[in-house]
């Protein structure tokens, strides 16, 4: 009886600990801004996109247009049980350049700056109408002809 007893607890106690770990928020980390301290090395009037790229590294997004400027981004995601991922924390350092490829501005924004923007890849569609992967190969069966493989 004290065996089973045993076991029964020890069950109830992996239990426990697997609900509570279940209900436990997870946190993910996205992207990369420069510290302060490493952006202190770039100079607003001197620095040019090149020796901004040597010195804190290339960013993970640019501008849309050529001249518009580098954007660093870093994103803190909650991951909590069954519930939608929520941002957290969301930073966003802008160096702007000028004409001639000369910092011109350097700008961090956050959350409480302004709203969320939710940051999305855009992804061109594929002409292939919902047809999954299986559906498109199996699909090519009998549609060969001897003469497609003659030279």
């Known amino acids: 009886m004290s065996r089973t007893r045993k076991t029964f607890r020890t069950a109830a106690a992996g239990l426990v600990m697997l609900a509570m770990a279940g209900c436990t928020a997870l946190y993910r980390n996205h992207g990369y801004v420069p510290t302060d301290e490493d952006l202190s090395a770039v100079v607003v009037g ?72 939710p940051l999305t890849r855009r992804v061109t569609s594929s002409n292939i109408a919902n047809k999954g992967f299986l559906r498109q190969l199996l699909g090519n069966i009998g549609q060969f002809r001897a003469g497609d493989f003659t030279g």
Do not use: C, M, W
């Not at 804190?56 to 991951?79: E, K, M």
């Not at 939608?84 to 966003?92: A, C, G, H, T, W």
């Open 46 to 117: 001197v620095d040019t996109r090149d020796s901004v790229a040597e010195t804190i590294g290339t960013p993970g997004a640019t501008g849309v247009l050529n001249d518009s400027g580098y954007y660093y981004v870093q994103s803190r995601v909650r991951h909590y049980a069954y519930q939608r991922p929520e941002v957290v924390d969301r930073q966003v350092l802008a160096i702007s350049f000028d004409k001639r490829g000369v910092v011109s501005n350097v700008e961090r924004f956050t959350l409480e700056d302004g709203r969320v923007v």
